[in-house]
């Protein structure tokens, strides 16, 4: 059964390092996203991307945070200058598409970034 | 702004015995989407229910139903006869289905062990 798959599963970086997330969503899947969890709160929704935009973002995406799909299959999430209050556990998801009627999201298994 | 508010933090119970996990939400729309979402350890969040705000039906899937009070907004996860293989992170989600990016919005976790 197809699943999104995530790299790396951690990653530690210094604060101020650029850090890149990497998601490989579901192949025929068009709407992608990535949420994040701080330890011991709640999962939160950072974005979403559809026909190689962002399509929503909250308010926890400033410009630190950008998203690509720099090829046909990849959707990454890049920090430019990390902060240790960046350290959660990343989690993308897609869906075959959004707006109207429901699709499921399916979700990978998440990054986890520590920064020191 | 919609809220989803998990106020256990943790469960435990013995095989085959049955559990109730609570979530409670909060939001002025009338029309949205309830979930319950498993994510066992080192593992993916899966979709384990869903539920439709205009449906007065509980939804049921196996083992696994909810008790749905949309006045009280309210919305519980019964499982039945646990098996070891529910050990896991619950989190209860609510999406409203007409907004374009259709993101969730995700309570706490309740972490839930099954105990042979």
């Known amino acids: 059964e197809p699943e999104v798959t995530q790299t790396p599963s951690h990653q530690v970086t210094q604060m101020g390092q650029e850090v890149i997330l990497r998601c490989v969503p579901i192949s025929n899947h068009l709407y992608f996203y990535w949420y994040r969890q701080i330890l011991g709160q709640k999962v939160e929704f950072l974005v979403s991307f559809y026909n190689n935009e962002i399509s929503e973002k909250s308010e926890i995406f400033d410009d630190q945070f950008s998203v690509e799909r720099p090829d046909g299959s990849n959707f990454t999430l890049k920090i430019r200058s990390t902060k240790l209050e960046d350290s959660a556990m990343y989690f993308c998801?897609?869906?075959?598409?959004?707006?109207?009627?429901?699709?499921?999201?399916?979700f990978g298994p998440g990054t986890r970034l520590t920064v020191l | 702004a919609q809220t989803v508010t998990q106020s256990q933090p943790e469960m435990s119970v013995q095989e085959a015995e049955t559990v109730t996990l609570s979530c409670t939400y909060d939001?002025?729309?009338?029309?949205?989407?309830l979930f319950w979402y498993k994510q066992p350890p080192s593992r993916q969040m899966i979709l384990v229910i869903r539920q439709e705000a205009y449906k007065q039906q509980n939804a049921t899937e196996n083992r696994f139903s909810v008790n749905f009070q949309k006045a009280a907004k309210s919305f519980s996860l019964k499982i039945s006869d646990s098996q070891l293989g529910d050990t896991a992170m619950y989190f209860c989600a609510f999406m409203k289905p007409d907004s374009g990016a259709q993101k969730l919005v995700f309570g706490q976790g309740t972490r839930l062990t099954i105990n042979p």
């Open positions: 998801a897609s869906t075959v598409l959004a707006g109207g009627a429901y699709n499921e999201q399916f």
């Open positions: 939001t002025s729309e009338n029309n949205y989407y």
